[in-house]
T-cell receptor, first 113, second 119 residues
Framework: QKEVEQDPGPLSVPEGAIVSLNCTYSNSAFQYFMWYRQYSRKGPELLMYTYSSGNKEDGRFTAQVDKSSKYISLFIRDSQPSDSATYLCAMGISNFGNEKLTFGTGTRLTIIP | GAVVSQHPSWVICKSGTSVKIECRSLDFQATTMFWYRQFPKQSLMLMATSNEGSKATYEQGVEKDKFLINHASLTLSTLTVTSAHPEDSSFYIC???????????????FGEGSWLTVV
């Protein structure tokens, strides 16, 4: 079993719809959680990060973490064609200066105009 | 704007030569930088963790002598692919942990990536 599971998609939704992206994980030691957006042939761009369970909102994006269920989500409201990209969840552990980030496989999202 | 810069963005080199990729944190100090490799339509594969002033920690299966990593300052890490072969052609991405400005978080930011093609 992978430490982080993410549905690779592809996921296609009409413009304006709410998008829900999810990851599950097995390692309860993960301390922080991130979502990155990666456009084709570009490096990942940080969208959201959080250290605790609950919701965190930033504009059209909401990150949700449920540590008890080992489940994280990213919601995109009022989706736009420019949101079409691959979305990567990432989870990290920082232990005595040693740090490691584990990524999901990424979900390819297409917003249809 | 970008807070982690990579250079070059694209590089083509001949088989058997070496190529260096730079990763710079812009306006913040990064004691830890990470180097990844990404194949098309796949997720990021961690190659090594680079700590300023000490030897890099390589992931299992990554050849230390082939992928030389140097983290000489708090804002610069370099990856040198030595004796490059066509199978080394890939997208190489670095990331750095830090806080670019007071309003941003202390978290991990990625560079734009460097495309290496070995011919």
């Amino acid at each position: 079993q992978k430490e982080v599971e993410q549905d690779p998609g592809p996921l296609s939704v009409p413009e304006g719809a709410i998008v829900s992206l999810n990851c599950t994980y097995s390692n309860s030691a993960f301390q922080y959680f991130m979502w990155y957006r990666q456009y084709s042939r570009k490096g990942p761009e940080l969208l959201m990060y959080t250290y605790s369970s609950g919701n965190k909102e930033d504009g059209r994006f909401t990150a949700q973490v449920d540590k008890s269920s080992k489940y994280i989500s990213l919601f995109i409201r009022d989706s736009q064609p420019s949101d079409s990209a691959t979305y990567l969840c990432a989870m990290g552990i920082s232990n005595f200066g040693n740090e490691k980030l584990t990524f999901g496989t990424g979900t390819r999202l297409t917003i249809i105009p | 704007g970008a807070v982690v810069s990579q250079h070059p963005s694209w590089v083509i080199c001949k088989s058997g030569t070496s190529v260096k990729i730079e990763c710079r944190s812009l306006d913040f100090q990064a004691t830890t930088m990470f180097w990844y490799r990404q194949f098309p339509k796949q997720s990021l594969m961690l190659m090594a963790t680079s700590n300023e002033g000490s030897k890099a920690t390589y992931e299992q299966g990554v050849e230390k002598d082939k992928f030389l990593i140097n983290h000489a300052s708090l804002t610069l890490s370099t990856l040198t692919v030595t004796s490059a072969h066509p199978e080394d052609s890939s997208f190489y991405i670095c990331s750095a942990r830090g806080q670019p400005n007071p309003s941003s978080g202390n978290t991990i930011y990625f560079g734009e990536g460097s495309w290496l093609t070995v011919v």
